[in-house]
Nanobody
Framework: QVQLVESGGGLVQAGGSLRLSCAASGRTFSSYPMGWFRQAPGKEREFVAAISWTGGSTYYADSVKGRFTISINNAKNTVYLQMNSLKPEDTAVYYC????????????WGQGTQVTVSS
């Protein structure tokens, strides 16, 4: 049973920052990098960022590169997403999952966390 619990979203003005957290439990995730996806209203879910379990490798979508930073605490099975210089187009529900080739590795999703950026 996979359990992914995202938190940390909220309402922020453009240019502001938020830090998201994702606690993973229930199975061994270490075979895959962990990462974040987001889904804006009326759009498909898209890849945002991923990180290896050692933290040695990170990957970002071009749209967030230089603004977002992904990190991991593998002792706590928790992945973080520090989001700076937020833009209205970052507004979406953010989800975490294991990642394979910038796609979700598992079919199960958490409830996500809403990020709303006002202009």
């Amino acid at each position: 049973q996979v359990q992914l619990v995202e938190s940390g979203g909220g309402l922020v003005q453009a240019g502001g920052s938020l830090r998201l957290s994702c606690a993973a439990s229930g199975r061994t995730f270490s075979s895959y990098p962990m990462g974040w996806f987001r889904q804006a209203p009326g759009k498909e879910r898209e890849f945002v960022a991923a990180i290896s379990w050692t933290g040695g490798s990170t990957y970002y979508a071009d749209s967030v590169k230089g603004r977002f930073t992904i990190s991991i605490n593998n002792a706590k099975n928790t992945v973080y997403l520090q989001m700076n210089s937020l833009k209205p187009e970052d507004t979406a529900v953010y989800y975490c999952n294991a990642v394979e080739a910038r796609r979700p590795a598992f079919a199960s999703w958490g409830q996500g966390t809403q990020v709303t950026v006002s202009s």
